[in-house]
């Protein structure tokens, strides 16, 4: 299987130790994928920064290079505010490239699930199913501190 992922344009310096190491482990958004099966990465990048234009020419980059799949990176979802164009991302990815479009990448971490809950970030419908692949259990949040 070959990916590529879509990081939050704040976080353009990571080096992406959590969504590699997440890889590896199958952990967060990665679980849909069996351990016994290659898991190529095949381009990362940013968005583009607000409003996100980079969503609209990175995956023909990354399809061009083989992938089959696109993951909105866990930054976007736990950066604050999390990423108010998520859900349009995904939307326009499915839509014009016509491929599958995964909401995370590594497991929230704890330290961020915390913060979140404590403000009420997440209490409504859609943003549970967001976050629901990279939620994981908290000895798992906590390894991603």
């Not at 898991?39 to 607000?50: A, I, R």
């Not at 061009?64 to 108010?84: D, F, Q, R, W």
């Not at 990448?105 to 549970?128: A, C, M, S, V």
């Amino acid at each position: 299987m070959k990916i590529g992922i879509i990081i939050c344009d704040r976080y353009r310096d990571c080096a992406g130790g959590k969504c590699f190491r997440s890889i590896q482990n199958r952990e967060g958004a990665f679980d849909i994928y069996s351990k016994d099966e290659p898991l190529d990465v095949v381009g990362y990048t940013s968005c583009g920064g607000c409003p996100g234009g980079n969503i609209e020419y990175a995956p023909a980059e990354m399809i061009k290079n083989g992938a089959e799949a696109i993951h909105l990176a866990t930054g976007l979802i736990v950066g604050y505010p999390p990423c108010p164009d998520i859900s349009h991302f995904s939307e326009f990815i499915e839509s014009h490239y016509g491929m599958k479009v995964v909401i995370g990448t590594h497991p929230i971490p704890q330290k961020y699930f915390f913060t979140h809950n404590k403000l009420g970030t997440w209490d409504n419908e859609r943003w549970q199913e967001i976050i629901e692949p990279t939620i994981c259990n908290e000895e798992i949040r906590k390894r991603y501190d």
